[in-house]
């Protein structure tokens, strides 16, 4: 059997099994859990062989028992106190046993431990550049021209920055203070509707408090659609995959 005939197996299998994960759609059938389970199956194991490839023996192995050069001599030392993590890992195993149970406590107390301070951390490099870019002028500071002026220009088929770009990207034009104004609103409005500590009264704060919940339904009806136009991108790449690569039609 050569490569040709390989190839063309597994395009056959590979595309069998994406119809018979789409036959759901018609109903639960014996297809579709047996293509279900020996893709979890496959997933179980390609799982194993990352971690171990991809973080326990880069980031743990290789640490602990040091790094050989081609002469076989160590490049780097290793550092045997790793040794200790492996049964501190090992404990997480002992919750299949009833009596021995309480030991997957420890370890899963010293990740819960260190991930809920690397949160912290981890929050403000997440939001607070977002923080940041929210506090946007409002005023502009050039009125020589309503839209924003390019800051590149073409000569001689190629395009070039001018000179003066520098200070054409500090101006604000008022379109773009126009898009700061209505980013602002956007933002405090939705921030509005989250007031539950405070008693909306007035016909001002209501309608505020309403436009945020509008704003935000528009933003999560934009992030649905994004969401849909990209499972149906994977629908018709795996429809291509049927069409052109098993049945060679179209190519």
Request: hydrophobic share 50%; proline share 4%; no cysteine.
């Amino acid at each position: 059997m050569n490569q040709d005939q390989l190839t063309s197996i597994n395009v056959m299998l590979g595309s069998l099994a994406i119809i018979g994960l789409y036959s759901v759609l018609w109903k639960e059938n014996v297809v579709y859990r047996t293509v279900e389970h020996i893709f979890l199956g496959l997933a179980a194991g390609y799982s194993v062989v990352a971690l171990w490839k991809e973080t326990l023996y880069v980031q743990w192995w290789i640490p602990m028992t040091g790094k050989l050069t081609e002469e076989g001599k160590f490049d780097t030392p290793g550092y045997w106190p790793f040794m200790l993590l492996f049964p501190i890992g090992l404990m997480a195993y002992t919750v299949f046993n009833k009596e021995k149970s309480w030991m997957s406590r420890i370890p899963i107390g010293i990740i819960l431990g260190l991930w809920s301070g690397q949160q912290i951390q981890i929050y403000w490099n997440k939001f607070g550049p977002m923080i940041e870019a929210s506090m946007v002028p409002l005023i502009p500071t050039a009125t020589d021209s309503f839209f924003a002026v390019p800051t590149t220009q073409l000569i001689e088929g190629k395009i070039v920055q001018k000179p003066e770009a520098a200070q054409l990207l500090a101006n604000l034009y008022p379109t773009e203070a126009i898009n700061n104004l209505i980013f602002l609103v956007t933002l405090l409005s939705a921030l509005a509707y989250f007031l539950f500590s405070v008693d909306i009264k007035g016909k001002a704060m209501l309608g505020f408090n309403k436009l945020g919940r509008w704003m935000l339904m528009i933003g999560f009806g934009a992030i649905f659609g994004s969401t849909v136009m990209a499972r149906f991108a994977l629908v018709i790449d795996r429809l291509a995959y049927i069409w052109q690569d098993w049945l060679r039609l179209g190519v």
